[in-house]
């Protein structure tokens, strides 16, 4: 396997533990320290939808079911 091709699956991976932490964050509302829900949160802190987060966190809990 080329270092290119390891070095970016790699940033693919990356994706995957970032997918799996804003579950937990949901999961186990860790969120409601700062915020009063989650996409709140996500919005705030990430800058990133309620649509967009729920993609990364579908695709952890497909994975997870792996």
């Known amino acids: 396997m080329s270092k290119n091709l390891q ?3 790699s940033k693919i991976e990356e994706f995957y533990h970032v997918a ?6 949901k999961e186990r509302n860790l969120y409601r320290g700062t915020h009063e829900t989650f996409e709140a949160y996500c919005q705030d802190r990430w800058n990133l939808s309620p649509k967009y987060v729920q993609l990364i966190i579908d695709m952890a809990k497909e994975r997870k079911n792996e």
């Not at 799996?20 to 964050?25: D, E, F, G």
């Open 7 to 9: 070095a970016i699956e």
């Open 20 to 25: 799996n932490a804003l579950l937990q964050i």
